[in-house]
């Protein structure tokens, strides 16, 4: 052998020592990795980037598998894979025997890698707390999540355990927390984690703390009013760049340069938005404001799967899914029905006979009843809400399988979910419906497509990003666990966890699984749910017909066609298929009109200031209160639902028509009834804002003053309107004034638009703001409560306003001490339009007797007493034309009673909305509510909690402490 040759092999024996060297000591791990015996803290990946999975399982994606392969890992990025991919020398080997490789999963929206805030004291209040700064508001829009990233923050890894490699990550806050960036879930600075920053801006129905927007209907507000104003300065702006001659310059706003992006349509809003009616109000302002929305974190989805798959937006379902956490009571052995404890027995069908209604009659009311013969039967009670909450939790376990089934592609997300329990509540939902292969899309390709990453992430394919998760076994085994993790080819790895001695390996429970084939069938008061839309047809055969305008018409028949009234009269006949309605010794009325209501709205009061307008309650109508199927049942068809009396002006109302069943808020508006808003007077705003928060007004002559000055703001906004359509033909550079849609709603109100509805009690008072709207022009005024009306009777005559008055309350406080049951038929008498009103969840049931006090304090004609509650509230909603009173043409909302609705015997039989029986005595199941608590406890809610005051909700902490609560 030569010396060159002799060379030559010297060097190669060096080089294959050398290599076999490097390659001892990255599979040791020694130097390079920190070893990892199941414990908390994943192993951090050896120095070299290459790594090899071979003979492993290779899930590449939903339906597309290698049954034995190998993924070779170089730099980050998927090198090679495939079922004979050669490894590399220089590549860390992992056996993958009995393993499975998944591409990571994403997550839809979490605060992963953001340290959560320390709790600390009750914030101090402000100055101003109806205007307070943006901060302390939770208005931060301009914040960037890129800046709060904690790499090492424990809440990283718990989610990259749990088979998460990349998140949308956004800021901890309230309202408007900041922007949210896509996250990579490993790396060593905020700057590796980052793979899209400014990615969404994040926002959520989440209040301010005793500051506004302290409510939902004020955050809806507040995002209208920001919205707007940002794109008036944007185009201001615009106008600025483009030719800023002889025009001021813009001011820079932080706040309102940050929803430039959603102007413009280029990034969208991540709403947080657990709920049905938290979606629909997330879309309401989308389809108002026109900016690309959404949403994350969706619980209770199986009320708007058509609106999700017609809208067709990004969508992440929540993994917080409920459980029952309670101990298990023993069962009563006492009660027939009495069985073992637990979520398998409450799902079942009761079959005692001795329970009220057939339980296996096709189509019942009663299936799965739970009444009780006796109000002593506390167990049966506690066991019949467990019973239903049973059912409640299973909707959520049924949701991602009943949206697939509809066709509504989604991703998930972890936000608020406990990092234990993600896996097993992904396995709930496969175990409840959802296909393996369609989980897997939502946890990979779905979600990659929805947050425009699929080019390089949600599949185990050569050239993408290396995110993968490495399992022992399918993923959706309960045996199965993380054993590794790459993020951006990064290793973590989990040692396998031992089940303890004795015990058997977690499952999950077997009575929280349904049969895969069930359909959403979310409580048996659903099975009563009628379309809102719905126009029915009937006919009322030979009751006797309290028309209300047009006298008593006995043995008389009532025609119903498309919800109207079509006629009125005896002998007639409908069309074959018409369901006909045997009045016989009964009496037909036109349904009860309430007009002072505070039910069916999450928010009451936007207590925080006491001028708010721009606050509309229609924005949190409730579907789900079952206080409106309680109202069905005393006969009434529509209920004017106001906002509170805590402020001098308080917000817009909303008339609803009780079509309960519905779902959709839109679906309880009467379509066209005017606009109507919330003035008070008196004690209300002046102990609110006076003696609560220190602001103006604090006396009966301040609420005068705030008034004047509100009013004469909107007359200078609109005068200012005015100026600049007029001076903006001619000059290009005039400046309009601010938008605000506070005194936009001022400024209808002067422009008569609106009708004020005023809650006051003092006859000085309410001469004051007559005085007030002569000066300002307003003629449209209705008073409510009105207590010391009958003082000034021909005064509200001749002015034109009308009153809504208690039967005979008074008393209650100093302010009211002093009237009369007389004061509804002295005001009648004297030509001002009147109506009896509840402003309680309970008075509303029986407004038939309220209105029969006036027969006896006051001597009112059957017919007037009975458009006290019709045709007067009618017109003080400016719906007359429309309800409140049986004639030809108009709708056909109607209440049957067993006896003349004057008399202490008379029940309500029948309830209708629009010629569709909303309430039928004969055929009333036990529980109608249309959404059940999964947590409430039976003592909660079994214990009726007074709701006299309504008209304060959510102010009742500004005076606990005074009071010693």
């Known amino acids: 052998m030569d010396r060159t040759s002799r060379t030559r092999l010297v060097f190669s024996a060096r080089r294959a020592a050398f290599i076999a060297l490097l390659a001892s000591v990255a599979l040791s791990g020694v130097a390079f990795a920190q070893e990892n015996n199941g414990g908390d803290e994943p192993a951090v990946g050896a120095v070299t980037r290459v790594f090899a999975i071979r003979n492993a399982r290779i899930v590449q994606g939903p339906g597309k598998v290698i049954q034995r392969g190998t993924v070779v890992i170089r730099n980050g990025v998927i090198e090679a894979v495939g079922a004979s991919v050669p490894i590399p020398y220089d590549a860390r080997v992992i056996e993958g025997d009995s393993m499975v490789v998944y591409a990571g999963f994403i997550d839809g929206l979490s605060h992963a890698g953001i340290p959560k805030p320390p709790k600390g004291e009750e914030p101090k209040r402000v100055p101003h707390p109806g205007d307070p700064p943006y901060d302390r508001a939770g208005i931060q829009p301009q914040r960037d999540v890129r800046t709060m990233l904690v790499p090492d923050d424990s809440s990283v890894d718990s989610l990259r355990m749990a088979g998460f490699t990349v998140a949308q990550v956004v800021p901890y806050g309230d309202m408007l927390p900041g922007s949210g960036a896509i996250v990579a879930l490993g790396g060593t600075t905020p700057g590796e984690m980052v793979i899209r920053g400014d990615a969404s801006l994040f926002a959520q129905f989440a209040p301010a703390q005793d500051v506004y927007p302290a409510t939902t209907m004020a955050i809806m507000a507040k995002w209208r009013q920001m919205y707007r104003e940002a794109e008036q300065r944007k185009s201001l702006g615009s106008t600025y760049a483009e030719s800023p001659g002889g025009m001021e310059r813009p001011k820079f706003d932080p706040v309102l340069q940050a929803f430039f992006p959603e102007i413009d349509g280029k990034r969208p809003v991540l709403f947080r938005a657990e709920s049905a009616l938290e979606v629909r109000r997330a879309f309401r302002l989308q389809t108002d404001l026109k900016f690309p929305i959404m949403i994350a974190g969706l619980k209770e989805g199986w009320d708007i799967a058509p609106e999700l798959k017609s809208r067709n937006v990004p969508l992440f379902l929540s993994l917080d899914l409920p459980r029952d956490r309670s101990k298990a009571a023993p069962a009563d052995s006492s009660r027939k029905d009495s069985s073992k404890a637990g979520a398998d027995s409450a799902l079942r069908v009761s079959t005692d006979s001795s329970r009220i209604g057939d339980p296996n009659r096709q189509n019942s009311f009663f299936i799965n009843d739970t009444r009780i013969l006796t109000y002593k039967d506390v167990a049966g009670e506690r066991q019949g809400l467990k019973r239903r909450q049973a059912m ?64 390089n992430l949600g599949t185990v394919e050569q050239g993408k990003t290396a995110n993968l998760l490495v399992t022992n076994g ?89 919800g109207k009234i079509e006629r009125i009269g005896q002998g007639l006949s409908a069309p074959a298929g018409t369901d006909t309605i045997d009045a016989t010794g009964m009496f037909v009325m036109p349904g009860i009109i309430d007009a002072h209501s505070h039910i069916a709205i999450d928010d009451v009061n936007e207590w925080t200031n006491p001028v708010t307008p721009e606050v509309w309650v229609g924005d949190v109508v409730d579907p789900y209160d079952i206080s409106i199927y309680h109202a069905l049942a005393g006969g009434v068809t529509t209920s004017h639902v106001m906002h509170g009396s805590a402020n001098v002006i308080g917000g817009e ?135 010391e009306g009958f003082k000034i009777a021909p005064e509200l005559a001749q002015f034109g306003a009308m009153a809504s008055v208690f039967a005979d309350w008074w008393a209650y406080k100093l302010e009211v001490y002093y009237s009369t049951a007389y004061n509804a038929s002295i005001l009648t008498r004297n030509g001002v339009t009147t109506s009896i009103n509840s402003d309680s969840p309970e008075l509303d049931r029986h407004l038939y007797h309220e209105a029969a006090k006036t027969r006896k304090y006051g001597g009112l004609t059957e017919d007037e007493a009975l458009a006290l509650i019709t045709i007067n509230p009618a017109k003080e909603l400016g719906i007359d034309d429309r309800v409140g009173s049986l004639e030809v043409g108009k709708e056909a909302d109607i209440a049957i009673f067993s006896a003349h609705p004057l008399s202490i015997y008379a029940v309500p039989q029948k309830t209708i909305v629009d010629g569709v029986v909303r309430f039928d005595r004969a055929n009333d199941p036990d529980d109608m509510r249309l959404n059940i608590d999964t947590k409430t406890s039976v003592e909660t809610a079994t214990i009726y909690h007074g709701e006299a005051d309504r008209c304060m909700h959510g102010t009742e902490k500004l005076f606990n402490a005074s009071r010693g609560h």
């Open 392 to 455: 409640s939790r299973r909707q959520y376990y049924l949701t991602a399988a009943g949206l697939h089934r509809q066709g509504v592609r989604f991703g998930f997300s972890t936000f608020g979910a406990r990092a234990d329990e993600i896996r097993d509540n992904i396995r709930l939902l496969v175990a409840n419906g959802l296909p393996e292969d369609d989980a897997l899309a939502a946890l990979t390709t779905d979600a990659a497509r929805m947050l425009g990453l699929e080019k």
């Open 653 to 787: 109302c909303e008339t609803i028509k009780h079509r309960y069943g519905t779902v959709d808020p839109e679906g309880l508006v009467m379509e066209g009834a005017p606009r109507t808003i919330k003035f008070a007077l008196g004690e209300n705003p002046t102990r609110v804002h006076g003696r609560g928060f220190g602001v103006h007004p604090s006396t009966r002559m301040g609420v005068e003053d705030v008034l004047r000055q509100s009013l004469t703001q909107a007359k200078r906004y609109m005068e200012a309107q005015g100026r600049y359509e007029k001076d903006g033909k001619k000059d290009p550079h005039a400046t309009p004034p601010r938008y605000d849609l506070r005194m936009e709603t001022l400024a209808a109100i002067l422009r008569g638009e609106i009708i004020v509805h005023c809650h006051s009690y003092r006859a000085d008072e309410i001469v004051m703001l007559m005085n007030v709207f002569r000066d300002f022009g307003i003629k449209r005024l209705v008073f409510q409560h009105v207590n």
């Open 474 to 562: 399918n993923y959706f085994d309960a045996k199965s666990q993380t054993r590794y993790v790459f993020v951006d080819g990064r290793m973590y790895e989990y040692g396998a966890k031992p089940a303890p001695k004795g015990e058997a390996p977690k499952t999950l429970d077997s009575s929280l699984i349904v049969a895969t084939g069930d359909t959403l069938r979310p409580n048996p008061a659903l099975m009563n749910r009628r379309d809102a839309g719905k126009r029915g047809n009937l006919l009322i055969r030979n009751g006797t017909v309290l028309t209300v305008t047009r006298g008593t018409l006995e043995r008389t028949d009532v025609l119903v066609r498309n």
